[in-house]
């Protein structure tokens, strides 16, 4: 099972950026679609976006679009989340998750089977 842990998270104003990074411990990171999601206080867990296990497709909520970048770098077994033009809806704990190709391939964004830890994210307004 593939461990997952994030860092990046933190307390930024309305407008600003962040960068979140997940780390993998297994090494055939290349094998798993990367995934993130959030969840606000009192709401439940939202998929964020994804990328394929080359890099080569990603995938995101409406709601992140042209605002969020998903990015992997499978040499270091990182996945990364670029976050700009942040809004206080934004504002959630983050999660990393992990699918297997196959799982992915079959069940698409209920695949994902291994999370991080979560990092809070706040936007100030």
């Known amino acids: 099972q593939v461990q997952l842990v994030e860092s990046g998270g933190g307390l930024v104003q309305a407008g600003g950026s962040l960068r979140l990074s997940c780390a993998a411990s297994?090494?055939?990171?290349?094998?798993?679609?990367m995934g993130w999601f959030r969840q606000a206080p009192g709401k439940e867990r939202d998929f964020v976006a994804a990328?394929?296990?080359?890099?080569?497709?990603?995938y995101y909520a409406d709601s992140v679009k042209g605002r969020f970048t998903i990015s992997r770098d499978n040499a270091k077994n990182t996945a990364y989340l670029q976050m700009i033009s942040l809004k206080p809806e934004d504002t959630a704990v983050y999660y990393c998750?992990?699918?297997?190709?196959?799982?992915?391939?079959?069940?698409?964004?209920?695949?994902?089977?291994?999370w991080g830890q979560g990092t809070l994210v706040t936007v100030s307004s």
């Open positions: 998750a992990a699918a297997a190709k196959g799982s992915w391939q079959m069940a698409g964004r209920n695949a994902f089977d291994a």
């Open positions: 297994r090494r055939i990171f290349s094998d798993y679609v």
């Open positions: 990328i394929s296990w080359s890099g080569g497709t990603a």
